[in-house]
Every structure is written in structure tokens, then in C-alpha cells.
């Protein structure tokens, strides 16, 4: 993995070129209409799953380096932004006023931006989150509760504003054994508020 920063990230699960099984589940409810922004990519596995499926995508981290080979992608447009320093969607930021019809995180946390992330999706843009919860400090890193999210606390984030598809909390073995929380959202409800239940899907 290309990255090296101040979040867990750098050493999460393995370095893999492998997109997420979770991501690569719910790419496809991305709508083709906008862009997709790959938040914290790393080396930038779900910015090439993105591009495979035809979507623009918008790759940003704080360490560019992994993709280097995409470069001459005419539907990707590469992003270099500490996500610690400097929040990118305020006024003055990178990508303030900028909306996505998806947005993928994977392997990263740090919630001073997850309302205005959650705040940057297109009406009927599809949000795919999945990192670290707590007790995967028993596996390995992370291990600061900065960067593991409490129980329950991605689930809860995001139906207070998003239609919630799918979610799991739990004990994953591969790439690893690691405890994640991971989620699928809509930005689907007229005003903003999830509506329905959500789909709680077993791990």
C-alpha cells in the first residue's frame, strides 16, 4: 500500500490489490451519471475497480504514489489532500461545493469529516463505508480508539440522513481476522431522513 499517514490506514489489513468484496457487492447501485469519489485510496484498488465499470472517479489520499500508472486516465482525476490537516468539503477546501453519486471509503476513519463527506452525496448517490470497530485491537492494528468505531456508531451515523441498504458488524477472516463495521446507504429519502429500516445483512 502506497500510503504513509498519520491513520491507521497505512497498516490495515494487507497490502492488496484486491478491491473489497463489500465494495465490489455495491458498486454497481453507483448511479453512472456523476462521479465517484475512492476517499483515502490508498494505491487505489477501488479507483481501478471504478474505472473498470465506467464510472469517472475521483482519486484522493495523501499519498499519490500508488497511482502513478493511472495517470493518463482520462475519467480519473487524482487528489493529493491530508485528510488530518485539512478538511477538504469546508469553504476553501479541495473539494468543497463538489458532489459525488458515490463515495468509497475503505480502511479509514476520522470522524471530524464524516458529516460533511456524508454531506457531499448526490441525491440518489450511493455511499459504501467499511472500516474498523472496536475489539479489532485483539487482531491487530489499529489499535487507537481514534481510529475503531464505537459500536453500532456507522450505522447510526449514516441513517440519520441516508436510506441505510445493507450493514454488518462483525468478525471478518480474510484478508485477515480483523472486527469491522461496514455499510451501504442511499441518499434516497426526500428529505434527507432514512425512512425504512435497514437491511442488517449476517456477516
Known sequence: MARNCSNHSADSLVDTVEPSPWVVRFAALIPQSGEILDLACGGGRHSRLALGLGYRVVAADCNILGL????????????????????????????????????????????????????????????????????NERYGHPRNPDYLLRPGELLETARKRLQVIAYENGLIQEPRMAVVQRLCAVNSSPDGLATNPPYIAPL
Open 68 to 135: 502513478e500508472d493511472l495517470r493518463k486516465q482520462k475519467s480519473l482525476e487524482i487528489v493529493e489532500i491530508d485528510l488530518e490537516t485539512a478538511n477538504p468539503f469546508v469553504p476553501g477546501g479541495i473539494l468543497h461545493g463538489r458532489i459525488f453519486t458515490g463515495i468509497i471509503v475503505t480502511n479509514y476513519l476520522h470522524r471530524l469529516i464524516l458529516s460533511n463527506l456524508i454531506g457531499a452525496l448526490a441525491d440518489d448517490g450511493v455511499l459504501i463505508y467499511e472500516t474498523f470497530s472496536g475489539g
